[in-house]
């Protein structure tokens, strides 16, 4: 039986995503492996757009009601560095 490469493109792209951040990785045991595909689904699941679902993030997530005009960045990284997730905070 063949499957088509594309059928499924979502979990493709998740399936790519994985392997690309454990490419980057030296695991040395089943408990590190776990914690980075804990670290992945974290950020799969809270922090990436999804551009299937209109571009929303699916979990919650607190949107502002208007542009901040001075705003200060903040990045919070996962895995050493290899998955990142920016975020604005309104200034004072």
Same mark, same amino acid.
């Given at each position: 039986?063949?499957?088509?490469?594309?059928? /499924?493109?979502?979990? @493709?792209? =998740?399936?790519?995503?994985?392997? @690309?951040?454990?490419?980057?990785?030296?695991?040395? *045991?089943?408990?590190?492996?776990? =914690?980075?595909?804990? /670290?992945? @689904?974290?950020? =799969? /699941?809270? #922090?990436?757009? =999804?551009? *299937?679902? *209109?571009?929303?993030?699916?979990?919650?997530?607190?949107?502002?009601?208007?542009?901040?005009?001075?705003? @200060?960045?903040? #990045?919070?990284?996962?895995?050493? *560095?290899?998955? /990142?997730?920016?975020?604005i905070r309104?200034a004072a």
């Open positions: 039986m063949q499957s088509a490469p594309d059928a /499924n493109a979502y979990a @493709e792209r =998740h399936v790519r995503e994985i392997r @690309e951040t454990l490419d980057q990785l030296i695991l040395l *045991g089943q408990a590190q492996l776990r =914690h980075a595909m804990a /670290n992945i @689904e974290k950020y =799969h /699941n809270a #922090c990436r757009p =999804h551009q *299937g679902i *209109g571009n929303v993030i699916p979990l919650d997530f607190d949107y502002p009601a208007q542009p901040a005009l001075t705003a @200060e960045v903040q #990045c919070q990284a996962a895995l050493g *560095g290899l998955l /990142n997730h920016y975020s309104r």
